[in-house]
């Protein structure tokens, strides 16, 4: 069985024992790189616990970064 690759990841701590990861994943098909984000936290021990997650294609990258933006340059 084919398994799912990440090719990048960065973790953003955004308090608490609470992080984001920003990952990008080939499937196991090789074809059509994702873009993910994994919600989740940190036990005792340091280790990463997830809670959810979403994958999205790389054309998306670019709406998805201006929502962002536009959503946080609101007042």
């Given at each position: 069985m ?8 960065e ?65």
């Amino acid at each position: 069985m084919s398994e799912w690759k990440t090719l990048r990841q960065e973790t953003i701590e955004v308090g608490g024992n609470n992080f984001i990861e920003v990952n990008l994943k080939q499937p196991p098909t090789g074809e059509n790189l994702l873009i993910g984000l994994s919600k989740g936290w940190f036990t005792e021990d340091g280790q990463k616990r997830y809670k959810t997650n979403i994958l999205f294609s790389k054309e998306k990258k670019e709406e998805i970064v201006k929502a962002i933006n536009n959503i946080g340059n609101q007042e």
